[in-house]
């Protein structure tokens, strides 16, 4: 009986401390993933990855999503480039405490901070506290990313434009 328990507690231990780091890879290669398919799906932006810095535990990256669709650029953006800087932190598996306690590969959120929000802070006149656009989510052990994304509510006035957001917040899974 001392064995299987000496072999138990080997294993969780062992687990916790080689699963956040392979964990931590594999994240890291899914995040390259999404941020090359989503700068290939449009021509009318780009998204790199400008910076990722890997942790034992988490991680934490630099995304920068960059519009290039030259009429929209001119419009809305009054020829100034439209670049959005997002950050995106990374929580590593298996146990997940980004959001309370939970089991998954990875837990992960991306926020448009007030810091990054330049163009957004011109042109826009958003309500309340906190990120302007921010997305939560994690990834199971059976390659299912869930998501619940959501914005502060805003007011855009472009020319002859006026759109108004009291409020949106979206979900979804990923396969």
């Known amino acids: 009986m001392k064995k299987i ?6 294993l969780v231990v062992i ?11 594999m994240a890291e290669g ?3 993933n999404v941020v090359a398919h989503l700068d290939s799906s449009s021509p009318d932006y780009t ?5 990722y810095k890997k942790g034992f535990l988490a991680s934490e990256a630099l995304i920068e999503l960059k519009l290039t669709n030259k009429s929209l650029v ?6 100034q480039e439209i670049v959005l800087p997002l950050d995106l932190f990374v929580a590593h598996g298996p146990i997940l405490l980004d959001d309370g306690i939970s089991i998954g590969l990875f837990g992960y959120e991306v926020l448009l901070q007030d810091k990054h929000t330049g163009w957004i802070k011109e ?3 958003a309500q309340g506290e906190g990120p302007f656009y921010s997305i939560h989510g994690s990834m199971n052990f059976l390659g299912l990313i869930s998501l619940q994304d959501q914005t502060l509510p805003f007011q855009l006035e472009l020319d002859a434009l006026k759109v108004e957001v009291s409020a949106y917040q979206g979900q ?3 396969v």
């Open 5 to 10: 328990v000496a072999l138990l507690v080997a």
């Open 15 to 25: 687990g916790g401390t080689v699963l956040p780091f392979v964990v931590g890879t």
């Open 30 to 32: 899914q995040i390259d």
């Open 47 to 51: 998204v790199t990855l400008k910076e």
């Open 74 to 79: 001119e419009s809305i953006g009054e020829g």
């Open 123 to 125: 042109h826009i006149e």
């Open 172 to 174: 979804g899974n990923v």
